[in-house]
C-alpha cells in the first residue's frame, strides 16, 4: 500500500518552481503514509473473515471490505479520493462506458475480481500436483478469468462505439491565463494585470455566437463581499466587458467573503479591524446580461487546506495549515449543488477544484438541471508533476458516468473540452496561457448512475456487516463449542 501511493501521488509533497517547502513536504509525507495505514483496513478485516468463514466467503468480503473502504474514503473529513481502484481506468474510458450504470465502484469490483479468479489461477498452476488437476478444471478456470476481463470490456466497447452526442449544440470558450500561483496569483499589485489577461485571451476566441466563456478557480483571486457584489471594481469590470455579447455567460471562480452582523456560521471568524463576523469562500459565479449573479461556494474542500478536519482533534495543526498556503480555521460551504441556469434554461454545473473526482457528488448537479459540466480549477500547485495530469484524467469518468459534455478551465495545469464518451476532444499545453474554443452539447437524458447514484457502495457496506456479523457469531460458536462447524 504504501509503495502504490508513493508511486501514483508522490507529488502531492514534490517540490514546486524550485523552492523547498517543509511544509509542503510535510503534508505529502503525511498523505502518502496515513492512507496507505487506512487501505490496510480492509485487508485486515478481509484476513479475519477468510480465517472464520473460509476462502469462498473470504473472497466475497475482500470486495465488499474495500468498496465500503472506498464509499466511506469519499465522504469523511480525512477524503483522499484519488486512489479509489475504478479511477484506474480514467485514461482508458473506451472500456468502461458502463460507468453509466455503476460508476467507478464497478470498476473497483471488476479489478478486484479479475485480480483474485488470476491469483487463484497461478496458485492452480503452481502447486506440484498441477497435472493431476486436470486438464478440464484448468480449462475452467482459464475460462472463468477470460469471461470476466473479456464480457466487461467487449460491453463497453460495443457501447462506446454505437453512442452519440446529444443534446443541443452549445458554443463554449476555455481561458488558461498561466498565471503563477505561488508568486503572482495573489500578489495585490497584479490583480488589475491579472483582470487585463484574462479580457485579452477571452477576446481571442469570444464572438456573438458565443454561449459561455469559462474562467478557472480564483480568476478574480481579490476578495469581494457578496453582500455588496453588483458594486465591487472587478464585477463592474466584467459587466462592461459582457456588453458587447449579449447572449454570453460568463463561469468564473472568485475569493468571495459574507459579512455578518453576529456569527451565524460554524466557520465564521471575526474582523478585529471591521468589527464584523465574515464567513470565506472559494466561488464559482455567473455573469450574464441580467442583473441576476447566482453563485456557489465550493463544497468538497482540500482536507488541512481549506478545512481543518474534525477541528476538535486536530485544532493544534491549524498553524501548519497555514503555513501550507491555507487559513485559519475553515472556508465555508454549502449543503446543496448549485446550477447557473440560463435565460434558455441551460444548466451548468459549475465544479471547483477536485470535486470533479467525487463522482456521485457530480450526479447531483445533473439531478438538479445541470446539462452542461464545467470544471474550473487551479492546478499549478504541485508544480509539472503527474498531478494536473491525474485531475484531467479521471473528469473524463465523471463524463461518462452523466453522459455530459464536460470543459475544464485551469488556471493552468491542462484546460480541455471532453465529450459524453469520455474522449478529450481539445487541449492545451502545460505552462503556456491560452484560449481554446469548442462546441458542446447540452444534454438532458439522465443515466441510471445519476438517478441511483452509488448504490454498489451501499450494497457493499450491507454485505459487509453481514460478513462481518456471521464471522463474529462462528468465532463465537466455535470458542464456545470447539467442534461447531
Given at each position: 500500500m504504501?509503495?502504490?501511493?508513493?508511486?501514483?501521488?508522490w507529488w502531492v509533497g514534490a517540490t514546486v518552481f524550485g523552492t523547498k517547502d517543509i511544509s509542503t513536504a510535510f503534508a505529502g509525507i503525511f498523505a502518502n503514509t496515513a492512507n496507505p495505514l487506512l487501505m490496510c483496513i480492509p485487508l485486515l478485516a478481509f484476513h479475519h473473515t477468510k480465517k472464520r468463514l473460509g476462502a469462498a466467503w473470504g473472497y466475497v468480503s475482500l470486495v465488499a471490505y474495500w468498496i465500503t473502504f472506498e464509499f466511506i474514503h469519499l465522504r469523511w473529513d480525512l477524503t483522499w479520493p484519488w486512489l479509489t481502484l475504478g479511477n484506474g481506468f480514467a485514461q482508458f474510458p473506451q472500456f468502461v462506458q458502463w460507468y453509466a450504470y455503476t460508476g467507478v465502484f464497478g470498476g473497483t469490483?471488476?479489478?478486484?475480481?479479475?485480480?483474485?479468479?488470476?491469483?487463484?489461477?497461478?496458485r492452480k498452476m503452481m502447486q506440484?500436483?498441477?497435472?493431476?488437476?486436470?486438464?478440464?478444471?484448468?480449462?475452467?478456470n482459464y475460462l472463468a478469468v477470460l469471461a470476466v476481463l473479456l464480457i466487461p470490456a467487449i460491453i463497453s466497447l460495443l457501447l462506446y462505439f454505437t453512442y452519440r452526442e446529444k443534446g443541443t449544440e452549445k458554443q463554449v470558450v476555455l481561458v488558461q491565463p498561466n498565471i503563477n500561483p505561488y508568486t503572482e496569483k495573489f500578489d495585490p499589485g497584479t490583480l488589475e494585470q491579472q483582470l487585463q489577461t484574462m479580457f485579452q485571451l477571452s477576446a481571442e476566441k469570444t464572438n456573438q455566437q458565443t454561449d459561455y466563456l469559462v474562467w478557472p478557480e480564483t480568476a478574480i483571486p481579490k476578495g469581494i463581499f457578496i453582500n455588496n457584489l453588483e458594486a465591487d471594481k472587478s464585477i463592474v469590470l466584467l459587466r462592461q466587458f459582457l456588453i458587447p455579447y449579449p447572449k454570453l455567460k460568463l463561469v468564473a471562480g472568485i475569493n468571495a467573503y459574507m459579512k455578518y452582523e453576529e456569527s451565524e456560521t460554524s466557520t465564521a471568524r471575526y474582523s478585529e479591524g471591521g468589527h464584523f463576523w465574515y464567513d470565506a469562500f472559494n466561488t464559482a459565479i455567473q455573469m450574464d446580461s441580467t442583473d441576476h449573479i447566482p453563485f456557489y461556494h465550493k463544497?468538497?474542500?482540500?482536507?488541512g487546506v481549506e478545512q481543518m478536519p474534525y477541528p476538535e482533534l486536530f485544532k493544534f495543526l491549524e498553524p501548519l495549515?497555514?503555513?501550507?498556503?491555507?487559513?485559519?480555521?475553515?472556508l465555508g460551504k454549502q449543503d446543496e449543488r448549485e446550477v447557473f441556469k440560463s435565460p434558455d434554461s441551460t444548466g451548468a454545473a459549475p465544479m471547483i477544484c477536485y470535486e470533479s473526482v467525487y463522482g456521485e457528488y457530480v450526479t447531483e448537479y445533473v439531478q438538479r438541471g445541470a446539462h452542461l459540466l464545467f470544471v474550473i480549477t487551479n492546478d499549478g500547485w504541485w508544480g509539472n508533476t503527474a498531478g494536473y495530469k491525474q485531475h484531467l484524467?479521471?473528469?473524463?469518468l465523471r463524463a461518462v458516468e452523466t453522459r455530459?459534455?464536460?470543459?475544464?478551465?485551469?488556471?493552468t495545469g491542462i484546460s480541455a473540452f471532453i465529450n459524453q464518451r469520455g474522449d478529450i476532444m481539445q487541449a492545451t499545453a502545460w505552462w503556456q496561457p491560452a484560449a481554446i474554443k469548442a462546441t458542446m452539447h447540452a444534454n438532458t437524458e439522465l443515466t441510471f448512475y445519476v438517478r441511483y447514484g452509488d448504490y454498489l457502495g451501499r450494497a457493499a457496506i450491507l454485505l459487509s456487516i453481514f460478513l462481518s456479523l456471521y464471522a463474529f457469531v462462528r468465532r463465537f460458536s466455535k470458542q464456545k463449542n470447539p467442534e461447531f462447524e
Open positions: 504504501l509503495c502504490w501511493n508513493l508511486l501514483t501521488t469490483a471488476w479489478i478486484l475480481a479479475a485480480n483474485i479468479l488470476i491469483y487463484k489461477l497461478m506440484r500436483n498441477a497435472a493431476m488437476q486436470g486438464y478440464a478444471l484448468l480449462k475452467r463544497s468538497k474542500l482540500v482536507p495549515s497555514i503555513q501550507m498556503g491555507g487559513i485559519s480555521g475553515s484524467q479521471y473528469a473524463r455530459r459534455d464536460l470543459a475544464q478551465s485551469a488556471n
